[in-house]
């Protein structure tokens, strides 16, 4: 019989609604979340204390329009930790081991955070606004918490602060032309993460090259979640020649690709060496930056995980979900595959694998699946671009 949890991600990943959600305050609303109701939304997922829609009925059809037109999400789930004042930038620097001393205001970065053990606890993407103002697009965990309580004991002049501010991604390879349509031709000269601030129809926005596909896009950064539903018509009104449609980080793009998803396809004990993220973290930053002595420790003796690909065998769809299944060699526990998913492009099953680093990618590996096992090939990440 099946567990109930594996019944609740098979339903998920079919993008049908299993449960209604009782409203509380605890659960935020998205500015976006009545536009995406009209688009027809059939199933969400909980991130950050809020509801981000996962699917509006066609799976597949939503991953064809991310990889050859271009779709519209509503990513307000991604919340900005402000870091303002005299110290924001010192702030910022203690929080993450990438060097920031280069960043510029209108510049993005991507910057893992860890905790004093090197264990990452969030990757957002970090956007200078002036040498004073700072904003952490966060993944799901409660950096605010976490930055008020560095800038506490370290006596910082900063506030720390959740400001109304909702991103809404454009993404696919068509995404340029509609939000140059929206913007103007100059969106087409920014650099990847880079951003700027301007009004669309009165709407203050930042306009970011950026966003959770490989596909290519933007994210309107908005910053008057009275205007949601406002945003939303006018991208889709700017988007109809393309064809634009309603959409959302997509799990097949992103596993395909290789992005990581943070509490997804990581642990209470996952460092960034451990996901491919090492090439984010600069060993030589101060020493008041936090976890960098764990993160030159562990670089020094090598992750004992890696992050692979895992082809499985055969060639119909099976749904795995999120649920961490066991992998093992000769009867081994070796590792566990972290997420899984149908491939449209190599009508493959495939997933990450946080393994032992002695497996290696070649290496045939045995999937635990609700007590059945099923066979499997490791590979490099990502599968695809
Ligand atoms: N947009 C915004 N905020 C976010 C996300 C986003 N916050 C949470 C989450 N997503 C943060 N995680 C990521 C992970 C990967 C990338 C972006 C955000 C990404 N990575 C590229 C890659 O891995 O190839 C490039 C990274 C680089 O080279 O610097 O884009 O999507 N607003």
């Known amino acids: 019989?099946?567990?109930?949890t594996y019944y609740l991600s098979d339903l998920f990943i079919q993008g049908i609604v299993v449960f209604g959600i009782t409203p509380s305050a605890r659960l935020r609303p998205s500015p976006y979340y009545e536009a995406t109701v009209a688009e027809g939304v059939t199933a969400f997922t909980t991130y950050n204390h809020m509801l981000m829609p996962t699917s509006f009925g066609d799976p597949e059809g939503e991953y064809w329009r991310l990889m050859n037109g271009v779709s519209q999400w509503d990513v307000a789930v991604e919340r900005q930790v402000e870091l303002r004042g005299p110290d924001a930038g010192r702030l910022a620097q203690i929080l993450t081991a990438r060097d920031l001393s280069r960043c510029v205001p209108g510049q993005g970065k991507y910057v893992p955070l860890c905790n004093h053990d090197g264990v990452l606890i969030n990757d957002p993407i970090l956007l200078k606004l002036a040498d004073d103002h700072y904003w952490l697009s966060i993944a799901d965990s409660n950096i605010w918490f976490w930055a008020q309580a560095i800038a506490a004991e370290r006596r910082l002049q900063v506030t720390v602060a959740e400001p109304d501010v909702s991103p809404l991604a454009v993404q696919g390879p068509k995404a340029e032309a509609v939000v140059a349509a929206l913007c103007g031709d100059w969106v087409r000269d920014l650099k990847y993460f880079w951003f700027k601030e301007?009004?669309?129809?009165?709407i203050p926005v930042v306009v970011a090259r950026s966003g959770w596909s490989k596909q290519g896009g933007f994210e309107l950064y908005l910053r008057d979640g009275s205007q949601g539903t406002r945003l939303w018509n006018l991208v889709k009104e700017a988007g109809k020649p393309w064809d634009i449609g309603p959409g959302n980080p997509n799990f097949c793009e992103r596993v395909e690709t290789g992005l990581l998803s943070y509490g997804g396809d990581t642990d209470d004990q996952t460092n960034p060496y451990e996901v491919r993220l090492g090439k984010y973290i600069d060993l030589h930053v101060a020493d008041d930056v936090v976890g960098i002595g764990a993160l030159r420790r562990i670089h020094a003796e090598g992750a004992k995980r890696h992050q692979l690909g895992v082809i499985l065998d055969g060639d119909s769809p099976t749904q795995l979900g999120f649920l961490w299944h066991e992998i093992r060699v000769a009867e081994r526990k070796v590792g566990s595959m972290t997420n899984c998913v149908w491939s449209w492009r190599l009508n493959k099953n495939i997933g990450?694998?946080?393994?032992?680093?002695?497996?290696?990618?070649?290496?045939?590996?045995t999937v635990i699946k609700s007590g059945q096992a099923l066979s499997g090939t490791l590979t490099t990440l990502p599968f695809l671009g």
């Open 352 to 365: 990450f694998a946080l393994i032992d680093t002695a497996c290696q990618p070649g290496d045939r590996v």
């Open 1 to 4: 019989m099946r567990s109930d």
């Open 198 to 202: 301007t009004t669309l129809d009165g």
